[in-house]
């Protein structure tokens, strides 16, 4: 088999997109259609006897791991798409430190504070609050990402090195 860093070349798993109203057999722009569209999940699949090893709810989500899982089901090794940190590019490092749903809450009490600021009479003590809360949620999520990527690197040092 072919080595390339430190993953040697393994069947990658399926990933399955996933979307209810297709599946409800009615075009997006009907009626209750149009809430579920927002409700989409990734399955991921053994790419040897199909059996689900995993379901993503967040769009092109970053996962941390040596890459490589054995099926539960039929026991062969396959590549799970997981990366370590060390492994991963700029973006992807961006998107495990920062999912984009915290960035719309964020952006989204922001918002609040200017429109709340620019609304008569003008209390700029709101704004001040927004400002100063908004990187709470930021701040506190890298936090607890902190330990798995400080692991991440543990393990991926922790290989012995291909040459």
């Known amino acids: 088999?072919?080595?390339?860093?430190?993953?040697?070349?393994?069947?990658?798993?399926?990933?399955?997109?996933?979307?209810?109203?297709?599946?409800?057999?009615?075009?997006?722009?009907?009626?209750?259609?149009?809430?579920?569209?927002?409700l989409r999940?990734?399955?991921?699949?053994?790419?040897?006897?199909?059996?689900v090893f995993r379901r993503d709810y967040w769009q092109r989500s970053v996962k941390l791991g040596c890459g490589q899982r054995t099926?539960?089901?039929?026991?062969?090794?396959?590549?799970d798409s997981s990366r370590e940190w060390p492994e991963l590019p700029a973006i992807k490092k961006l998107r495990v430190?920062?999912?984009?749903?915290?960035?719309?809450?964020?952006?989204?009490?922001?918002?609040g504070g200017v429109v709340v600021s620019l609304m008569p009479p003008r209390d700029w003590r709101v704004t001040?609050?927004?400002v100063i809360f908004v990187p709470v949620?930021?701040?506190a999520y890298?936090?607890?990402?902190l330990p798995w990527v400080v692991?991440?690197?543990?393990?991926?040092?922790?290989?012995?090195?291909?040459t």
């Open 137 to 139: 949620p930021v701040v």
């Open 71 to 79: 099926c539960s089901k039929c026991g062969t090794l396959f590549d």
């Open 151 to 162: 692991y991440s690197v543990h393990r991926y040092n922790a290989r012995p090195k291909v």
């Open 97 to 111: 430190l920062f999912p984009p749903l915290l960035f719309g809450v964020c952006g989204g009490f922001l918002l």
């Open 1 to 38: 088999m072919a080595m390339s860093g430190h993953h040697v070349a393994l069947p990658k798993a399926i990933g399955e997109d996933h979307s209810p109203f297709w599946f409800a057999g009615l075009p997006p722009s009907q009626g209750f259609a149009r809430l579920l569209i927002f």
């Open 142 to 145: 890298c936090l607890c990402r």
């Open 128 to 130: 001040i609050a927004m």
């Open 41 to 51: 999940w990734k399955t991921y699949r053994c790419p040897h006897c199909g059996h």
